[in-house]
C-alpha cells in the first residue's frame, strides 16, 4: 500500500467532511494514481462534489489529511495548491475578456504579463478557441465558455485538474461532443483529471477508474468493465446500468441455491457461506422456450413472460421468475420477429454461463 | 381601429403618463428658469428678459467661494461615504447570513424620519455641551474651548451620515450579485484572497460604486440643509446662496443663474468620471 501512496497524485486519508448534523463525507480514504483519468461518480448528495472540494481546498475537511504529491496539503489555502478546478459553473470572470482570464493564473503566478498571454493563446488554441481570445465570456456559447474554463485551468500546467460536473449544463449532443475532446485533451498533457460527475455514460466512457459513492464512501472503485461486470454492492449494480438480483444461499463450493430452490454454479462465491446476494446482466441472458433442453454447464431458472417490448435493436423482456422476482432480459434483435415461443404469458427458461454470475454482499 | 394602428399606439399609451409628467414638472420649469437667469430688474418693479448673459459670470465670480466649498464638502463626503459604506455592504452581503434583511432596514431605517429632524439630531449629538464633545476634550481631539458644531467638520459629518445609504445601498446591490463562485476561481487561480478582492470584487462592484458616487455627490453638491443647521456662515455652501437669494432676497435671475452654473458643473464632472471608469459601468449602473 506504501508503494501506491507514494506513487499517487491525489491521496485521501480517512477524510470526513460534517455540515452540522449532516456527514457529506465519512472516513474517505482513496488513492488517486498520476496521469489518470479518474471519476468519482454517485447520485445527488453522495458527497463527490464536497470530496472535490476539499481536494482544491474549498472545503476543510472535519478530520482526515489531504495530500498532493506526497505532502500535507490540508491546512493550505486554494492558491497554495497545485491543482486547478474547473466549476460546473464554469466560474469566468465576466469583466475580463477570454484570453485575460486564461492568463489569470500565470500572471498571479508572476510569469510575465507578454509570457501569459502567449501561454494563454496556446491553451485557447489547444481547446479551438483561439479566434475568442478578445471577446468577453457573455458572448460565448455554452460549450464555449466551458473550453475557456478549462482552458484556464490547463494553461497552469497543475498537478492535477478538477472537473465538478463540468458538462452537466450542456445539451446532449455538445455533451458527447466534449466527452471526446476531455478525453483527447487528459491523453495529450497527461495531468491526473478528477471528474465528478452522476452520469454512468459519461464515467464509463472517459474514466480509466470510476469510484462510485453513496452516502459519503467509496462503495466500489475500479475500471469501467471491473464495476459492470463484478459489482460488489447492490449499489453498484443498480447504478450502474441494470441488474437482476436474487437472494441465495451459499450450499457448496461455488455452488448457490436460491430461495426458490434453484441450483445454480456461481464461480464468483468461492470461499463464500451463508446468505448471499447473486446478479446476472440482463443482456447475459439467453431466454429458452419452455421444455428445451438447457446447454452444459449453463445457470438456468424458471419464469413467465410479462413483458416483451420489441425496441428495434433489441427485444426487452420482463420474466416474472420462479420465485417472484422480476427480472429484465435483453435479447438481440437476429430474426427479424418477435419469436413465438417467448410471447407474454409463456413459460420460458432463463439461461447464462456461470461465469457472468457476480455476488453482491447480502442486504 | 386597426390591429396595427393599435400597436403603433400601445408605447405611447406607456410611456405617455411619464412623458407628459416630464414636460410639465420637468421641462416647462427648466426652460423657465433659463430664461429667468437671463431676466434683469429688481424684486419691486418685477424682471424682464434682457438676454443678460452676464448674470452667468456675476454670479459665478462673486460666489466662486461658496462653488467650490460645495464640490469639495461633496466630494469629502462622497469619499467618507465609499469608506464606511463599502464595508458595510460587503459585510451585509457576504457575510451577514441571516441578518441581511435587518441589517438593510437599518441602512434605511433613518428615513423614516424627516432629513431636517434628523440634522437637528445632529446639532444635538455634536453641541458644545454634549457627550461627544467632551470625549474628544477629555481624550485631547479638541482643545478645552474647542467645539464640533458650526465647523467644516460637522457639515461633512452630516452631509455623510444624510447621504450614506445613498452609497450603501447601490454597493450592496452590487456587491450582492457576485457569483461566490468567482471568488472561489480567483483563489483557485492562485490569487490570495486580497488579491482575488482586488482583481474579482472591485471591478465587478465598479457599477455599484459609480451609482453610489454619483447618487451621494450630486445632492450632496446642492445641499443646504447640513450647512444651514450644522454650520455659519462661513461653511455655507453653493445651495445655501440659491435658498436665499430664491426666497430672501427674491433675486431670482442670480439664482436661476446659479442652479445652472451647478447644474453644469455636474453633468461636466459626471462626464469626465464616467470617461475614467468606462462608459459600461454607467449603462450598468442604470440596470
Known amino acids: 500500500m506504501a508503494a501506491t501512496e507514494a506513487e499517487a497524485d491525489i491521496h485521501l486519508d480517512g477524510v470526513s467532511k460534517r455540515f452540522g448534523d449532516m456527514t457529506a463525507v465519512d472516513d474517505l480514504t482513496m488513492s488517486i494514481p498520476r496521469g489518470s483519468f479518474y471519476a468519482m461518480l454517485g447520485p445527488s448528495g453522495c458527497g463527490k462534489t464536497t470530496t472535490l472540494r476539499m481536494i482544491g481546498g474549498f472545503e476543510d475537511p472535519t478530520a482526515g489529511k489531504v495530500y498532493l504529491g506526497g505532502s500535507d496539503v490540508t491546512q493550505h489555502p486554494p492558491y497554495r495548491r497545485d491543482v486547478n478546478t474547473v466549476f460546473q459553473s464554469y466560474a469566468l470572470f465576466p469583466h475580463l475578456s477570454v484570453e485575460k482570464n486564461v492568463a489569470f493564473g500565470l500572471e498571479r503566478k508572476k510569469v510575465g504579463k507578454a509570457e501569459a498571454l502567449k501561454r494563454a493563446g496556446e491553451a485557447l488554441e489547444l481547446v479551438q478557441l483561439s479566434h475568442v481570445g478578445k471577446r468577453k465570456p457573455a458572448q460565448l456559447s455554452g460549450g464555449q465558455q466551458q473550453r475557456v474554463a478549462l482552458a484556464r485551468a490547463l494553461v497552469n500546467r497543475p498537478r492535477a485538474l478538477l472537473l465538478d460536473e463540468p458538462l452537466g449544463a450542456l445539451d446532449l449532443r455538445l455533451r458527447k461532443q466534449l466527452q471526446i475532446e476531455l478525453k483527447r485533451i487528459q491523453q495529450d498533457v497527461g495531468i491526473t483529471f478528477v471528474h465528478v460527475t452522476h452520469d454512468q455514460e459519461e464515467a464509463m466512457s472517459m474514466a480509466d477508474t470510476i469510484a462510485v459513492m453513496n452516502k459519503g464512501q467509496i462503495e466500489q472503485a475500479g475500471s469501467a468493465t471491473d464495476l459492470y461486470e463484478r459489482p460488489r454492492t447492490a449499489f453498484v449494480a443498480n447504478f450502474l446500468g441494470i441488474s437482476n438480483l436474487i437472494e441465495a444461499k451459499v450450499t457448496g463450493d461455488q455452488r448457490v441455491t436460491t430461495h426458490d430452490g434453484a441450483q445454480l454454479h456461481a464461480p464468483e462465491c468461492a470461499g463464500l457461506t451463508g446468505d448471499v446476494r447473486i446478479g446476472v446482466r440482463p443482456e447475459k441472458i439467453t431466454l429458452l422456450p419452455d421444455g428445451e433442453p438447457v446447454p452444459d454447464g449453463y445457470n438456468a431458472l424458471r419464469g413467465k413472460v410479462v413483458v416483451a417490448a420489441f425496441l428495434g435493436v433489441s427485444i426487452q423482456y420482463v420474466i416474472q421468475a420462479a420465485g417472484g422476482e422480476e427480472l429484465n432480459v435483453f435479447a438481440q434483435n437476429t430474426d427479424g420477429s418477435e419469436p413465438e415461443g417467448l410471447a407474454v404469458g409463456r413459460e420460458v427458461q432463463l439461461v447464462w454461463r456461470p461465469e457472468h454470475t457476480f455476488v453482491v454482499e447480502r442486504g | ?287
Open chain 2, 1 to 287: 381601429m386597426s390591429l396595427n394602428t393599435r400597436r403603433k399606439l400601445l408605447p405611447w399609451l406607456f410611456i405617455g403618463p411619464g412623458l407628459l409628467w416630464l414636460l410639465l414638472f420637468f421641462l416647462y420649469p427648466l426652460l423657465n428658469q433659463a430664461s429667468v437667469s437671463l431676466m434683469t430688474g429688481n424684486p419691486e418693479q418685477g424682471y424682464d428678459l434682457t438676454w443678460a448673459f452676464h448674470n452667468y459670470w456675476d454670479a459665478i465670480s462673486e460666489y466662486k467661494e461658496q462653488f467650490g466649498r460645495s464640490i469639495l464638502y461633496a466630494g469629502v463626503s462622497t469619499l467618507l461615504c465609499l469608506i464606511i459604506g463599502f464595508p458595510l455592504a460587503y459585510f451585509t452581503a457576504f457575510h451577514a447570513g441571516r441578518w441581511k434583511s435587518f441589517i438593510l432596514l437599518l441602512i434605511i431605517l433613518p428615513f423614516f424620519m424627516s432629513y431636517v429632524l434628523r440634522t437637528v439630531a445632529w446639532q444635538l449629538i455634536l453641541s458644545d455641551d454634549g457627550t461627544v464633545v467632551s470625549f474628544f476634550r477629555t481624550i485631547g481631539l479638541l482643545g478645552d474651548d474647542g467645539r464640533l458644531l458650526a465647523s467644516r467638520t460637522a457639515v461633512i459629518a452630516g452631509i455623510t451620515y444624510n447621504f450614506l445609504p445613498f452609497m450603501a445601498l447601490p454597493l450592496y446591490v452590487a456587491l450582492e450579485k457576485i457569483d461566490p463562485r468567482l471568488l472561489e476561481a480567483a483563489t483557485d487561480l492562485y490569487a490570495s484572497r486580497t488579491t482575488a478582492f482586488r482583481k474579482v470584487t472591485v471591478p465587478l462592484a465598479l457599477p455599484g460604486i459609480f451609482a453610489g458616487s454619483l447618487l451621494t455627490f450630486i445632492p450632496a453638491c446642492g445641499d443646504f440643509i447640513n450647512a444651514a443647521l450644522l454650520g455659519t456662515p462661513q461653511q455655507y455652501m453653493i445651495g445655501n446662496v440659491i435658498q436665499s437669494k430664491f426666497l430672501n432676497i427674491l433675486d431670482y435671475p442670480q439664482a436661476a443663474a446659479l442652479s445652472f452654473t451647478l447644474m453644469l458643473f455636474i453633468l461636466v464632472g459626471i462626464f469626465l468620471y464616467a470617461r475614467l471608469l468606462g462608459t459600461r459601468n454607467l449603462t450598468e449602473a442604470a440596470i
